[in-house]
């Protein structure tokens, strides 16, 4: 992968991510009521407007940490494939190459 379309993706995908979690701040009250029957008590949403449906927090906290993995896992590759192009700077000296024998 050109390491354009590399960057490319990572953006790409931070920009999902950030966009997803305005989403759920703005929609907090709706991200409580999704997890509401699994709390016993300890989240309670209050009093307010009903917000956004379950389906679409739903969505949205799927994608939010969907990107964070493709961003990580698209960081991870351009990472490895830098130290793989990247010249070898060991000196000579640990090489194991002495005035041109081999050890």
């Known amino acids: 992968?050109?390491?354009?379309a590399g960057i490319g993706i990572v953006l790409g995908a931070m920009a999902v991510?950030?966009?997803?979690?305005l989403y759920?701040?703005?929609?907090?009250?709706s991200l409580m009521r999704l997890f509401r029957p699994m709390s016993h008590g300890e989240i309670s949403v209050g009093p307010g407007?009903?917000?956004?449906?379950?389906?679409?927090?739903?969505?949205a906290l799927t994608l939010h940490f969907a990107a964070w993995a493709i961003a990580g896992l698209a960081w991870l590759y351009l990472?490895?494939?830098?130290r793989a192009t990247a010249p070898d700077t060991t000196p000579v000296e640990r090489s194991?190459?002495?005035d041109g024998a081999a050890r």
């Open 79 to 82: 990472l490895a494939d830098i």
């Open 96 to 98: 194991g190459i002495v």
């Open 1 to 4: 992968m050109p390491y354009g």
């Open 24 to 29: 759920l701040l703005v929609n907090a009250r």
């Open 49 to 59: 407007p009903r917000g956004a449906s379950r389906r679409a927090v739903a969505i």
């Open 17 to 21: 991510v950030f966009a997803t979690f």
